[in-house]
């Protein structure tokens, strides 16, 4: 088996699962929507810079958001043992994890591209001129959190409170990643361009590489009984 | 001379302080057809779960067919050849059978998978349910369901762990008929069980396991009666 059309077929199962219910991507988008909504009327938006708060509500929604996917994408793993299938087949463990990764990265996306829609309606800011440098920064952190997230869901899916092990777990860790995610948005929503941002973009990528490493090496790990 | 369809040198499975599976020294000849009894807690399922990989041994080894079992790159000619049926599905309940089915298969490579798929599913009676959700179907649809993902690659070793449990009788009917013909097909077949009935009337060797060892490996007896004696003797106090 190729390996990377074994991650692809892990993938592209997921993907199928998920159409067939939309449970994770519809749970996701109501609480993103939520969320938004709830900042919108709090806020005073004349005493604040557009762009600091629109950052700081767009990273407290998309983690949020993303960790409810995230701990669905392992449920179904889990539920009647189907993960033994995919251990028992001839495919390497760590295609496996980066199968995952790549659905739930997927799913983030959409996520992240639907909320940074919903933010530009509801702070009132053009962006398309931002879109390419705000596309980055939520590419990067989506797949730092993906690799994180995939991974402790890994681990909090055997547990009986799975979903409150995963918050425990995974919003400390993503810390520098959400931080590095507001530094770089907001410069970006503020007109200034990507150079700016340089610093955080590479502290993301770097945390990207460890998060998926640890993952590819961990993964078997956390799967055997 | 072919290597054993099944090798175990001093396996042994500690949970904590528990000894699921005392170390434990078995061989299994290709084709043959090996019944596991022994009561709850014996160690069957872990020895099974030990062979198919998805435990770690705490110590000793396994072979099948003469690779060794374990996790990892390189391990795919061992994997390759086990189908495991367990407990639990198996396979996932948003998905049909159909879609099960064609994407375990998919993992494994195999040429022509539309046929062979449609063959499976109308093989283990599956054929009115392939595009419904497997989380839909009836116990004894899901048992069937699972074993045609198991014998999709035709594995050359079949890791049975309770698979009549819960069937109805047509079920069992499928399920039956089908381990009799992956028998006679040449496969080795290693099936835990606590029904002594079907035991009997399927396998040709038995072990016996009780409290993590192993109690007995003999040639299966003929007849009820020395069955439930031999297993009487082996597993020891009465009402394990």
Same mark, same amino acid.
């Given at each position: ?9 892990? =993938? ?29 009327? &709090? $806020? ?17 929604? !998309? ?25 028992? &087949? ?29 933010? =530009? ?14 596309? $980055?920064?939520?590419? !990067? ?5 993906? =690799? ?17 092990? !995963?918050? !425990? ?33 590479? $502290? ?22 | 001379?072919?290597?054993?369809? #099944? ?11 528990? #000894? ?33 990989? *998805? ?21 795919? @000619? ?42 499976? *599913? ?28 198991? *014998? ?25 008929? @089908?381990?009799?013909? /992956? ?8 099936? @835990?069980?606590?029904? *002594?009935?079907?035991?009997? +009337?399927? /396998? ?14 003999? +040639? @299966? ?6 069955? /439930?004696?031999?297993?009487?003797? /082996? ?6």
């Amino acid at each position: 088996m190729n390996y990377l059309r074994g991650v692809w077929l892990v =993938a592209r199962k997921d993907l199928l699962s998920e159409t067939r219910t939309f449970e994770r991507l519809s749970s996701m988008l109501f609480l993103a929507l939520t969320i938004l909504v709830i900042f919108n009327f &709090a $806020l005073d938006f004349s005493r604040w810079q557009m762009a600091d708060l629109a950052a700081g509500v767009l990273w407290v929604t !998309l983690p949020l958001a993303a960790v409810l996917a995230l701990h669905d994408s392992f449920r179904a793993e889990r539920e009647d043992q189907a993960l033994w299938g995919l251990l028992l &087949a001839p495919l390497d463990e760590s295609a496996i994890y980066l199968g995952k990764l790549l659905s739930n990265l997927l799913l983030l996306l959409i996520l992240g591209a639907l909320t940074l829609g919903l933010s =530009a309606v509801f702070f009132n800011f053009n962006l398309v001129p931002v879109a390419a440098g705000l596309g $980055l920064v939520v590419l !990067l952190n989506a797949l730092g959190f993906a =690799a994180l997230g995939t991974l402790f869901a890994t681990l909090s899916s055997r547990a009986r409170r799975g979903e409150v092990l !995963l918050h !425990l777990l995974l919003l400390p860790v993503a810390i520098p990643l959400i931080l590095a995610a507001v530094r770089s948005t907001t410069p970006l929503l503020a007109g200034r361009g990507l150079g700016e941002v340089r610093p955080w973009l590479q $502290l993301t990528v770097a945390m990207d590489v460890i998060f998926t490493t640890a993952g590819v090496l961990l993964f078997g790990y956390l799967t055997e009984e | 001379m072919m290597p054993p369809a #099944v090798r175990t040198r001093a396996l042994s499975k500690r949970y904590g302080a528990r #000894v699921a599976l005392a170390p434990l020294d078995l061989e299994v000849a290709a084709g043959e057809f090996l019944a596991l009894v022994g009561p709850n807690g014996a160690g069957k399922s872990t020895l099974l779960l030990l062979l198919a990989a *998805l435990a770690r041994p705490s110590d000793g080894q396994a072979w099948l067919f003469g690779h060794p079992v374990e996790r990892g790159p390189g391990s795919s @000619a061992g994997r390759r050849a086990v189908g495991y049926v367990g407990h639990p599905l198996i396979a996932y309940r948003a998905l049909s059978p159909r879609q099960n089915l064609e994407f375990f298969g998919r993992l494994y490579g195999l040429p022509g998978l539309e046929a062979l798929v449609d063959a499976s *599913l109308a093989r283990f009676g599956l054929a009115e349910q392939a595009d419904d959700p497997a989380g839909s179907l009836s116990r004894g649809q899901q048992q069937r369901l699972s074993l045609a993902r198991a *014998l999709l690659h035709e594995p050359p070793l079949l890791l049975l762990d309770e698979p009549f449990n819960s069937l109805d009788s047509e079920a069992t009917g499928v399920l039956s008929g @089908a381990l009799r013909q /992956a028998s006679r097909a040449g496969r080795t077949v290693l099936m @835990a069980t606590h029904d *002594l009935d079907r035991a009997r +009337e399927l /396998a040709g060797q038995v072990a016996v396991l009780r409290r993590g060892h192993l109690a007995l490996r003999a +040639e @299966a007896p003929a007849g009820a009666q020395a069955w /439930a004696s031999l297993y009487r003797r /082996a597993a020891g106090e009465a009402g394990e």
